[in-house]
């Protein structure tokens, strides 16, 4: 049986990551990853990726579920680098391979370390002041973008599950055409119940 997808890593705690305001961890994040990306050497990907990993330590992470949860990640930085090596030599292999893994880390920190809710009334709370935007409206949009992430999986796990108790194994007819209908149901669904309150438009 196929267990329910839940989004997200927040793991509640009482750390100095968890105390800080949402505005500052983003800003935090957002200086790291352009200072990763701006700064193209071998040993700053090493103080970057140790810089990393210290504040995935102070925010308390998981590594099990970190691990469980990026391991698609892991894999694409280690063809990332895998092919840096062929082209590039061993230096850009390794700078590559450990710029992904701790832009990675960081977003899971920020992503650990502060609840969803939180993160969506930060948003919208920044763009109440601008008269062209709807603060709701953007506030329903991520909530709904937020919930379609694991609705979505968790329709790919039932589709799956259930192509197998037909007996039709893992081909991909068997699971792409009932997944597509499934998806588009659910969005027509969703659609109905907006409209229904009267947010269609």
Not at 144 to 153: E, G, V
Not at 159 to 167: E, V, Y
Request: one cysteine or more; proline letters at 5%; aromatic letters at 6%.
């Amino acid at each position: 049986m196929s267990q329910p997808v839940i989004i997200g890593l927040y793991q509640p705690g009482s750390t100095v990551l968890h105390r800080l305001p949402v505005g500052a961890k983003l800003a935090g994040l957002a200086v790291l990853s352009l200072s990763i990306v701006m700064v193209r050497t071998w040993p700053a990907a090493v103080a970057f990726f140790v810089a990393a990993l210290v504040l995935a330590a102070v925010a308390r992470l998981r590594w099990h579920t970190v691990l469980r949860q990026t391991r698609v990640i892991l894999l694409m930085a280690l063809m990332i680098a895998a092919f840096q090596w062929w082209f590039f030599g061993p230096a850009r292999a390794i700078e590559s391979m450990l710029d992904l893994i701790t832009l990675t880390i960081l977003a899971l920190v920020v992503t650990a370390t502060t609840a969803i809710n939180a993160m969506i009334d930060a948003i919208v709370r920044w763009c109440q002041p601008l008269p062209w935007v709807d603060a709701d409206r953007i506030a329903l949009l991520l909530a709904l973008a937020i919930r379609a992430i694991p609705a979505s999986l968790e329709l790919a796990n039932q589709t799956r599950d259930a192509a197998l108790a037909r007996g039709l194994g893992r081909h991909p007819r068997a699971f792409l055409s009932p997944f597509v209908v499934r998806i588009v149901a659910n969005a027509q669904a969703t659609g109905d119940a907006l409209a229904a309150r009267g947010l269609d438009n």
